[in-house]
């Protein structure tokens, strides 16, 4: 992407020694002023405040006290078993894979280590699906079909609704016993699912709860970008014989790539600081052990970071895991920038 | 003269300062705690008549600030989870502020799984609450970093009796041998039951001397589980209190150590048992979302406290009564106290009205049974007013002496140190949970839950000794 120079900079060194020059410029610093202020005083004072306190041990209650990089150590400290998968397992009983692994990785803080493997699931899982589900929606609702602007407001519906809301909307669908999902699914034969009591599927439905109502969102984005795709491009592609997936492979795809990285970087981004869905649901528990949803299984990253700030008073750690969430999105948006951001083509750039 | 104009390098430098200047406002540390070491003058008068303590006029406590002129505001955090007990508990705050025109009260409330949030980030920001509700699990945490002011000296200085209290109580409200709060009321959970239900199943309702097993028997005949029809609800919620009466071992004395020896284990596999194979109770997640269970005549029987009288009064369309917490598997009771330790902020600017709005909601005979009367908490105390007004409270059910006969069985939930919060609901009870969910057996995920915990109490242990030295 080329950026144009602005008149001023054009004009070099010498426009800046006109007063008029110096006006215009103190003129839109004013104008900028409230959002700069604004930016320094509630962004990056606590962010620099948030990283002193994570080199501290702090309860809220007393002074923080300075401990160096210990909150880092222990969230990085990992006792690594080389042997572990030599062991010899108890009679009559073979090891599993799990029981080889658990032998192996020791982490001194193991609820760290299950956070950030939660997190990864649902992004890995969230991020991609709800890309391609927003795509597919919003291709559908582009035909020229009738009640389409029906359609169109029925699909957005969800997103403005409040994500609590929808959750526990989501705590009657899937119950077990009363649930219309199960009833749905027990209907056509299949067993009795516990979503949101059974560790191995709370995860998949909060991932379900995220797609209803998230997919919307990324629907319009898409859809406005497949509106503004000239029908003539396709048109000439389809004189040339290509068919409806050359055409979208070649036209729709190159063409919607601007809003395809924006998406997944934007995905990615929210999907690390998944919180409300699981906080909602662990609550919905009844009681303090259940946020983190059965066995854990909801225990994401940001919940965790939660849970040491204001309900184990360990401020400094959670400030820790907040700078090293920080490194963590940075570094993935890096990384999909040096990946995605070259294959991305601004069709103004001609 | 020709004015100076704001370059954009100074422009960023002022913003960068004034950054910097609101980082460093941050950094301050909460207030400091105020000491009480202001010699103490006591005015008040007390009549007691045999159980019955009459208090008619205050003491004046020992505090740090001159009298100010006119009504003094303070804060005080409560939680509630429905606006009705809002209310309830605004009536007699009301009270309180018509006997202490001096001192205005406001009183600011969340849910009870947002408290602590609210609480310490009221107090991170500098405007801790001048009076507070505390979990019982917070109170030795709270304490041990002089988030607390200590009562004793308020204590001794005024007419307050600890042996006016019941027992437990004062206990539950301790930490290291201090007394840092004081119960505004005690409780236990107690056994209510559907009497339709029972009716319906033929079965005799529940008694005193009913046990554990006796409803497990009961169970089978009375639920239907196709129709979602079971005996029991939510006895996990009092599983500290049969795990006791088990005849097992919990926790060490002090409360520094989770042990959960073999009877505990047993009786975990037993409570498996009773959702898995058994069907008399809901599985977890089969009644979730769908409201109170007990109430809408899904389980014949549930464990619930006082704090529930006035709800039920109001929803439940059926008959009900209560009778004591059922004897465990070890063949003998075991109750949990619990209660609401009522505290002074160790940051208030007004100690002294603080710690009347603490006393009067804790020993005051009139908010005693003002509480009693409307339904919402039983009494913290002795005083047979304050005991006449529960019973005879509408709200109050059939079957409560009972629960007042079964109290001789009561004993605190644990004594909660620094750290259990962290060790009991991040770690132990989400392993007994992964038992009663059948993930696994209680040999399998019980001991490593507990090396775990034990851990952290050992490391928060170790935290309060440096605090100690800092």
């Known amino acids: ?350 | 003269m020709a004015s100076k104009k704001l370059s954009r390098r100074d422009f960023l430098r002022l913003s960068a300062l004034a950054a910097a200047g609101a980082a460093l406002a941050g950094c301050c540390p909460t207030a400091e705690p105020t000491t009480v070491e202001k010699e103490v003058v006591v005015t008040q008068v007390v009549e007691k008549e045999g159980e019955k303590v009459v208090v008619t006029v205050m003491a004046e406590a020992p505090g740090t600030e001159p009298e100010p002129e006119g009504p003094v505001d303070i804060f005080m955090s409560t939680w509630t989870n429905t606006p009705e007990e809002f209310e309830t508990n605004m009536i007699i705050i009301d009270k309180f502020m018509e006997i202490n025109p001096d001192i205005n009260v406001n009183v600011i409330y969340s849910t009870w799984n947002e408290y602590p949030a609210k609480v310490q980030t009221l107090a991170a920001g500098g405007n801790a609450p001048d009076v507070m509700w505390v979990i019982t699990m917070d109170v030795g945490d709270w304490a041990a970093r002089n988030f607390l002011v200590n009562l004793e000296p308020y204590i001794d200085a005024t007419d307050v009796n600890l042996d006016d209290y019941l027992g437990g109580g004062v206990d539950m409200c301790s930490f290291d041998g201090t007394v840092w709060t004081l119960p505004r009321d005690i409780a236990s959970r107690m056994l209510w039951y559907n009497k339709d239900m029972f009716d319906a199943a033929g079965l005799p309702y529940p008694t005193m001397d009913t046990t554990l097993a006796d409803l497990r028997e009961q169970g089978l005949e009375l639920s239907d589980p196709a129709n979602n029809i079971l005996m029991i609800w939510n006895y996990n919620w009092e599983l500290r209190a049969f795990l006791k009466s088990s005849g097992g071992q919990f926790m060490n004395e002090g409360g520094t150590e989770f042990i959960m020896n073999q009877p505990v284990l047993d009786t975990l596999t037993w409570f498996q048992a009773l959702q898995w194979e058994d069907h008399v109770m809901p599985q977890p997640g089969d009644l979730e979302g769908i409201g109170d269970p007990f109430n809408n005549q899904n389980c014949a029987t549930a464990l619930r406290g006082a704090w529930m009288f006035s709800y039920y009064m109001d929803n439940a369309e059926f008959p009900y009564a209560v009778t004591a917490m059922p004897k465990g598997l070890g063949g003998f009771r075991a109750i949990d106290v619990y209660g609401l330790p009522t505290g002074v902020s160790s940051a208030s600017r007004h100690p002294d009205q603080a710690w009347k709005l603490v006393r009067f909601l804790t020993y005051d005979v009139i908010a005693q049974t003002m509480q009693a009367d409307l339904g919402i908490a039983q009494p913290a105390i002795k005083a047979q007013e304050a005991w006449d007004a529960w019973f005879a409270s509408p709200a109050t059910p059939e079957g409560a002496q009972d629960f007042v006969d079964s109290y001789a069985d009561g004993s605190p939930q644990l004594p909660f140190v620094p750290g259990t919060r962290e060790a009991w609901s991040g770690v132990v009870e989400v392993a007994i949970n992964s038992v009663l969910n059948n993930e696994g057996s209680a040999e399998e995920l019980i001991p490593p839950a507990v090396e775990e915990a034990n851990g952290i109490l050992a490391q928060a242990a170790e935290t309060i000794e440096r605090l100690k030295e800092r």
């Not at chain 1, 054009?10 to 020059?21: I, Q, T, V």
């Not at chain 1, 959002?35 to 405040?49: A, D, E, K, Q, R």
């Not at chain 1, 969230?126 to 795509?135: E, K, N, Q, T, Y």
């Not at chain 1, 690390?272 to 259940?290: E, N």
């Open chain 1, 1 to 350: 992407m080329r950026f144009e120079k602005s008149p001023a900079t054009r004009l070099g060194k010498g426009f800046w020694r006109s007063r008029l020059a110096r006006r215009e410029a103190l003129t839109a610093y004013a104008f900028i002023s409230p959002w700069v202020i604004g930016f320094l005083l509630f962004t990056i004072g606590p962010m620099i405040f948030s990283l002193y306190i994570s080199f501290t041990d702090w309860d809220i209650m007393t002074a923080p006290y300075f401990v160096g990089l210990e909150n880092y150590r222990e969230m990085f400290s990992i006792d690594l078993d080389w042997n572990a998968g030599g062991e010899p397992a108890p009679e009559g009983e073979a090891l599993t894979f799990k029981d080889r692994w658990d032998a192996f990785w020791q982490p001194e803080d193991d609820k760290y280590w299950l956070s950030m493997w939660n997190t990864l699931y649902y992004t890995v899982l969230s991020v991609p699906l709800g890309f391609v589900i927003s795509l597919a929606f919003a291709m559908l609702l582009n035909q020229r079909v009738r009640g389409l602007s029906t359609y169109r407001a029925i699909f957005t519906l969800p997103t403005i609704l409040p994500l609590v809301a929808s959750t526990l909307v989501f705590v009657w669908l899937l119950n077990p016993n009363f649930g219309l999902i199960n009833a749905v699914i027990q209907g056509l034969g299949g067993p009795k699912m516990r979503f949101l009591s059974d560790a191995k599927l709370t995860k998949p439905s909060v991932i379900l709860i995220t797609l209803w109502t998230g997919v919307g969102n990324g629907m319009i984005i898409f859809l406005a970008g497949l509106q503004s795709i000239p029908e003539e491009l396709y048109d000439s592609a389809a004189m040339d014989g290509a068919g409806r997936w050359a055409r979208f492979r070649h036209i729709t795809i190159p063409m919607l790539s601007p809003i395809i990285f924006f998406q997944i970087t934007m995905g990615i981004i929210g999907s690390f600081q998944v919180f409300q869905q699981a906080y909602v649901l662990g609550f919905a528990g009844g009681t303090q052990s259940s946020l983190g949803g059965p066995a854990n299984s909801l225990l994401f990253y940001v919940l965790l970071l939660y849970q040491r700030a204001f309900l184990w008073l360990q401020m400094g750690r959670a400030s820790a895991m907040a700078w090293i969430l920080f490194i963590i999105v940075v570094a993935v948006t890096l990384v999909q920038f040096k990946v995605l951001g070259s294959r991305v083509y601004y069709a103004a750039e001609g």
